[in-house]
């Protein structure tokens, strides 16, 4: 069975896809919003990163892919430094999406902005 996988920002773009993937990705809803979710920037000294965080209120708005078990494990080693959650449903199945942790697995609002982050958020990476 494949697996359902919410795209918001750089891998949305099929050069990227086939970076990672060795193809392009099955788009199966684009666009596909999903709700009390807001993108937002995590920052370093030489570069930042987009990533979800719990906004209620908030949606934000990407494509859902499908991808093999194979295909999954190729996108987790290269958003290693993010981990899947479910964000939504799609004509019954789940769509998971890469959110960015901390070392300890936990949300920073220090290290973001934009959006409206909830701050009970921390508790829930």
């Given at each position: 069975?494949s697996?359902?996988?919410?795209?918001?920002?750089?891998l949305k773009?099929?050069?990227?896809?086939?970076?990672?993937?060795?193809h392009d990705?099955?788009v199966?809803?684009?666009?596909f919003?999903i709700?009390?979710?807001?993108?937002v920037?995590h920052k370093l000294?030489?570069s930042s990163?987009p990533t979800l965080?719990?906004a209620?209120?908030?949606?934000v708005t990407?494509?859902?892919?499908?991808?093999?078990?194979?295909?999954l494990?190729?996108l987790?080693v290269?958003?290693s430094d993010?981990?899947l959650?479910?964000?939504?449903?799609?004509?019954?199945?789940?769509?998971?999406?890469?959110?960015?942790?901390?070392?300890?697995?936990?949300?920073?609002?220090k290290?973001?902005?934009?959006?409206?982050?909830?701050?009970?958020?921390?508790?829930?990476?």
């Open positions: 069975m697996n359902l996988v919410f795209l918001y920002h750089t773009r099929p050069e990227i896809q086939r970076e990672v993937l060795g990705a099955e199966v809803a684009s666009p919003t709700h009390n979710y807001s993108q920037t000294p030489d990163y965080v719990h209620p209120r908030a949606q990407g494509e859902i892919i499908s991808v093999s078990d194979g295909d494990k190729r987790m290269w958003e993010y981990h959650i479910h964000v939504a449903a799609y004509k019954g199945r789940a769509v998971v999406a890469f959110i960015l942790r901390d070392d300890a697995g936990h949300f920073d609002p290290k973001y902005t934009g959006g409206d982050p909830d701050e009970s958020v921390r508790d829930t990476y």
